[in-house]
């Protein structure tokens, strides 16, 4: 995806002609009324006839403002929601970026409105406005309305105005007179209390007016700009009458490398006080402000997000999956359809990213949505998006989370498109090609050309039903949207005409504005308004807890929300069929709280703060469970951590589906010196040899050194094993050798093993191991024939230069001295087995053989059954996967031994299936001598390539020549995309993606069921029992090694999960929230005084300790 195209075509405009260049959607359930044999959706827009809203937000080039100039000229305008007349409807006010042209409409009942904009005084005297939000600024008991404008350049003028309700259905601009009359790029505006003094103060979200592909230095963050830095603004006006800027002596960043896109308010971390959170656009980074509670803000967004999205354009915070705490949605401007995939340029090449990264200090971005989980409190959040199905829906602008089938849970609906997208590869192409014919002539008729040639970006509302927990299923079509297409920008919602379901309101651009009647059929609701004292008459920020059947719904009353809007100032809770409700727990901005008891379903229910009492406790209400795990300071005397060696694999083969020499490090844990206490060896890279540490009596560990050669140091130790190989009654040390840096018969390839000398110390043996020179991964050990000593299991992984062909796998038979010899192949067959990840011995028909488990990546789960010393093959049929690490346990308690098998995991761009397995074709399709990989994926019965055209070149030239244009193939099949040449391939496919468990029945078949979702969020790269009976497990991963396009693979905290014999399914429990980082082994260590020790291996980076909770 050539993005830095599309940026030195933005920069290259601004450097020859200062012409700002950028360019840039549900609701859940499925219902079907059938009428009069018709089939009606969910939401019906309601015709102008009915509703008499005829507003649209139409604009026009003219000479000097077009996207050519101002690079958001085409991100449309806001609309808000609320009652600003108390008569219990909601009233709708749309934003246009014409002047005079904004709208008020009073709700009349019924869905018919009255234009009352012109006797309200409200249309607006900016010439460009963006984002409006409703709130009572001046505690009267009335909703106000805050105007964002655009002003002061691109001929553009105007400032944001404060429009104060008079409650006569007129409004007085009073914004100079309240100190908020700012005149600058201003995207939108929020009132919240966050010094919770009990009147609303405002941030005003604010965007750079700078080329983007100039701001590069993150060290500009703490440089002042006049017209893009952000506001925060403190309520003084009981004693100045006038809001105060305090954006500096709060920490609030205020310059121009911010293109504020999205703002939202709440109380993430549950203390009792509002954070912010900033969608920045761009190479910045999103800001995450956590509230100090002493009227200062820390922004601390990357120690608790691990990515965001790239282009962050709207966001919205809800408790999606009804844990109590709040998460995150950021849209961005990933598409879904294949064929505007292909032409779209999004993340950048690996060379530029990790230039933005390591010497321009930004955080980890990715083009497309990110719906990001709280962990708890806000300490850390997974991002989940692609595994909820919701990271792709075009070029968004507003999501909004809110229950619209009153089924009790969070639905998505994002509106999406553009008047015209500019990212589009072959517009980039095509505008760079006439830059170079027409030189520095940049003339209007330049411009209009430019213009004229860019494609349309027209879409649909996106809907995604959710089911209250992490999965959303788009029900865009059956809900009525998918179509309507346009240019479709703010949103917002509210029970229109009061049926007790939440209606939607969307603002369009160049067409007009949708009012969408919600008609699903009667479900127990409950609608919550709040009275708050003087200061506050609405409640803002206030809290509603409603429990009802052994059910929490959590919601937080923040009126700004989506993308240049606000919403309505009742909450609303869908009940489903539930006719009671328990109780509903109330928590006021200040803290006080009150609790109303079986209040009546369907109805309104009015909450007054004058009931309210106490001071809420949240340390009581979330309650710390006792912990899975309690981190305890590092046990080493010396400070060791595993250092990755400097290695791009890319550079080999860049077309691999990801990198192979990230693996490590394995640990292997024994009492070396038996002394009657565990020591434990880690795996090194290649240049950083790995360690052993000897245990004392204090629990320590002690470093021991083990001589080696140089030679041995440049080694990558892939694994290793402890086993008594000479049989002298001490544990010896098996140490595998690969990576993915040297090629085969490279002497760094030697597997090494290294004697026990009866004192505990290990020694180099020499001429023990046969000559294996090639890319290992692991080593399992057994005496497979049943003659007193030790065999050893070597598996074979990719080669380097040669990722896809199978490689052998040895199995080295100990002659009872400890040398080791290949077995032949009429013991076991294991000449070009595959490229193995993982393998394990177990006797799993219980004849008192040990049999041979082995997978890896395009491998079957591969079971050698051993009958007296030979094996024969059995496969577990449909088990294809890209598999990573097996353990072996009995699982269910059935008494026989089942297999826990991590694969890649479900949040992934990747998609697979036993009927549309994802698929790698491996060949030297351009005959250069390379061979080269195409990953492809199936949609609706078709193969398309993982990648587009332009990553494919870099590996395949052939194809530049063959297609000139990104729309010749985008969209098109692989075997078409590579005509000719798509023959003689090596076919390798994975049919699984999800870690699972196969559950042995005992009749020598295997029952194959997913790990819990929360297992699924990364590569599982180990698996460890938590309890003596293996009742529950330990799963830990990510992965990193991966192009930008695909993403990081980061979202995996260590998960505890069980097997529920009842049920016969798989349960998620705890996690250890402060533990991120690619682990890639985990092991138990015993102690002096009976204590346990859990050690966390991490790739490049230290090892983390851990001892049970209580």
């Not at 209250?468 to 029970?495: C, R, V």
């Amino acid at each position: 995806m050539l993005i830095e195209s599309a940026l030195y075509f933005f920069k290259t405009i601004y450097m020859w002609s200062s012409k700002n260049f950028k360019f840039f959607s549900a609701l859940a359930i499925i219902f079907l009324l059938i009428s009069c044999n018709k089939e009606k959706g969910l939401f019906t827009e309601m015709p102008v006839s009915q509703t008499h809203i005829s507003f649209r937000n139409d604009i026009k080039e003219k000479d000097g403002l077009s996207i050519l100039y101002y690079l958001y000229f085409y991100n449309g305008g806001g609309v808000s929601i609320g009652d600003i007349n108390n008569d219990s409807l909601p009233d709708i006010y749309f934003t246009a970026n014409t002047k005079g042209n904004n709208k008020l409409y009073l709700n009349k009942g019924g869905f018919q409105f009255e234009d009352i904009t012109n006797q309200a005084g409200v249309s607006g005297s900016s010439d460009w406005c963006s984002g409006s939000t409703m709130a009572d600024v001046n505690a009267d008991g009335l909703l106000d309305i805050y105007v964002s404008s655009v002003s002061n350049k691109y001929g553009l003028k105007g400032r944001n105005e404060l429009f104060i309700n008079n409650g006569n259905g007129t409004f007085s601009e009073k914004a100079n007179q309240y100190g908020l009359d700012i005149s600058c790029f201003t995207t939108q505006s929020v009132f919240f209390d966050y010094d919770r003094d009990g009147d609303l103060d405002c941030y005003i979200l604010n965007q750079s007016h700078k080329p983007h592909s100039n701001i590069i230095d993150t060290s500009n963050r703490h440089k002042y700009d006049t017209l893009s830095g952000d506001r925060l603004y403190r309520n003084d006006l009981k004693n100045t009458g006038k809001f105060t800027d305090v954006s500096a002596s709060a920490g609030i960043y205020q310059s121009a490398l911010g293109y504020g896109l999205g703002i939202a308010v709440a109380d993430l971390n549950n203390d009792g006080w509002d954070d912010i959170y900033i969608g920045n656009d761009f190479h910045e980074n999103d800001y995450y402000y956590i509230n100090q509670q002493d009227g200062s803000f820390k922004e601390e967004g990357v120690k608790h997000f691990r990515h965001y999205s790239r282009f962050s354009m709207g966001n919205d915070i809800a408790d999606y999956n009804n844990d109590g705490q709040l998460d995150l949605i950021t849209v961005d401007m990933l598409p879904s359809d294949e064929k505007i995939l292909k032409t779209y340029g999004s993340d950048e090449n690996p060379d530029i990213y990790k230039v933005k990264l390591e010497m321009n200090g930004f955080q980890k971005q990715y083009s497309r949505n990110m719906l990001q989980q709280n962990n708890g409190n806000g300490i850390s959040f997974s991002e989940t998006g692609l595994q909820s199905g919701v990271s792709a829906t075009d070029w968004s602008w507003s999501p909004l989370l809110a229950d619209f089938d009153n089924d009790g849970n969070k639905d998505l609906v994002i509106t999406s498109g553009i008047v015209k997208r500019p990212v589009d590869m072959d517009y980039v192409n095509y505008i760079s090609d006439m830059q170079r014919r027409k030189g520095l002539d940049l003339t209007d008729q330049f411009d209009q050309e430019a213009i004229d040639n860019m494609p349309d970006g027209s879409s649909h509302p996106y809907l995604f039903m959710g089911n209250g927990q992490s999965d959303f299923k788009d029900q865009s079509k059956l809900w009525g949207l998918e179509t309507k297409k346009g240019y479709f920008t703010g949103s917002a919602y509210a029970d229109l005409d009061n049926d007790g379901n939440l209606d939607l309101v969307i603002n369009a651009l160049n067409g007009p504005a949708m009012i969408l009647k919600n008609n699903h059929p009667p479900k127990n609701h409950l609608s919550i308004s709040f009275k708050g004292d003087s200061l506050n008459s609405f409640g803002i920020s206030a809290k509603a807890y409603v429990f009802q059947a052994n059910k929490m719904q959590y919601q937080q009353l923040m009126l700004t929300r989506g993308f240049q809007s606000s919403s309505d100032t009742r909450l609303h809770f869908g009940l489903d069929s539930i006719k009671k409700i328990d109780s509903v727990l109330i928590v006021w901005p200040d803290q006080q709280y009150q609790v109303i008891k079986n209040p009546e379903p369907n109805k309104a229910l009015l909450v007054q703060k004058k009931a309210a009492t106490g001071v809420f406790q949240y340390e009581s209400f979330f309650k710390n469970e006792s912990p899975l795990l309690v981190p305890v300071p590092s046990p080493l005397q010396v400070n060791w951590q595993h250092l990755e060696n400097e290695f791009f694999d890319y550079n080999v083969q860049y077309l691999i589906p990801h990198a192979q020499s990230t693996r490590g490090p394995k640990m292997a844990v024994a009492d070396v010196n038996k002394d009657g206490l565990e020591d434990f060896y880690v795996c090194g890279a290649s240049t950083h040899a790995g360690a052993l540490m000897m245990q004392n009596q204090n629990g320590k560990f002690l470093k021991t050194n083990i001589a080696i050669t140089d030679r041995i140091r440049m080694t990558e130790e892939v694994d290793a094993q402890f086993f008594d190989a000479n049989n002298d009654g001490w544990l010896d040390l098996y140490v595998a050798s690969g990576g993915y840096v040297f090629e085969d018969e490279n002497p760094a390839l030697a597997d090494q093993l290294y004697l026990n000398d009866g004192k505990g110390n290990l020694v180099q043996a020499m001429n023990r191991l046969p000559k294996i020179l090639s890319n290992k991964s692991c080593v399992t050990v057994a005496d497979i024939d049943q003659d007193g000593d030790q065999d050893v299991f070597v598996g074979g992984l990719a080669a380097a230069k040669s990722y896809g062909l199978p490689q052998d796998s040895y199995l080295l038979l100990n002659d009872g001295k400890g040398y080791f010899s290949k077995a032949p192949k009429k013991i076991v067959a294991l000449d070009k087995l595959g490229m193995v990840t993982t393998a394990r011995f177990a006797d799993l028909d219980k004849d008192g053989w040990q049999d041979l488990v082995v997978t890896g990546e395009w491998m079957s789960v591969k079971i050698f059954l051993n009958k007296k010393g030979v094996f024969s093959l059995k496969e577990i049929p449909a088990s294809t996967g890209l598999w990573q690490n097996i353990e072996i346990a009995d699982v269910n308690g059935d008494g026989f031994l089942d297999l826990l098998a991590g694969n890649w995991g479900h949040n992934s761009k990747l998609y697979s299936g036993k009927e549309s397995p994802l698929k790698l074709y491996v060949k030297d399709f351009d005959k250069n001598g390379s061979l080269e990989q195409i990953m492809c994926y199936t949609q609706d019965g078709k193969e398309y390539t993982f990648l587009a055209k332009d990553e494919l070149e870099r590996a395949l030239p052939v194809l530049k020549k063959a297609y000139l244009k990104y729309g010749e193939v985008a969209g098109k099949t692989v075997d078409y995309m590579f005509y000719d040449l798509f023959k003689d391939y090596l076919e390798l496919k994975a049919e699984n993606l999800g870690s699972t468990c196969f559950l042995n029945d005992g009749k020598g078949g295997f029952i194959k069921k997913e790990l819990p979702a929360e297992v699924q969020l990364a590569p599982v790269f180990s698996f460890l029992g938590l309890d003596e009976k293996n009742k529950s497990f330990l799963a830990a991963g990510n992965f990193y090694g991966t192009i930008p396009y695909e993403g990081r693979y980061d979202a995996l905290l260590p998960t505890q999960f069980s097997f529920n014999t009842q049920k016969s399914i798989f349960q998620s429990g705890k996690t250890i929230p402060l533990v991120n980082g690619e682990i890639r082994d985990a092991k138990w260590i015993k102690q002096p005084g009976g204590k346990k020790l859990l050690i966390l291996s991490r790739n490049n980076a230290e090892m983390l300790f851990f001892q049970q909770g209580n």
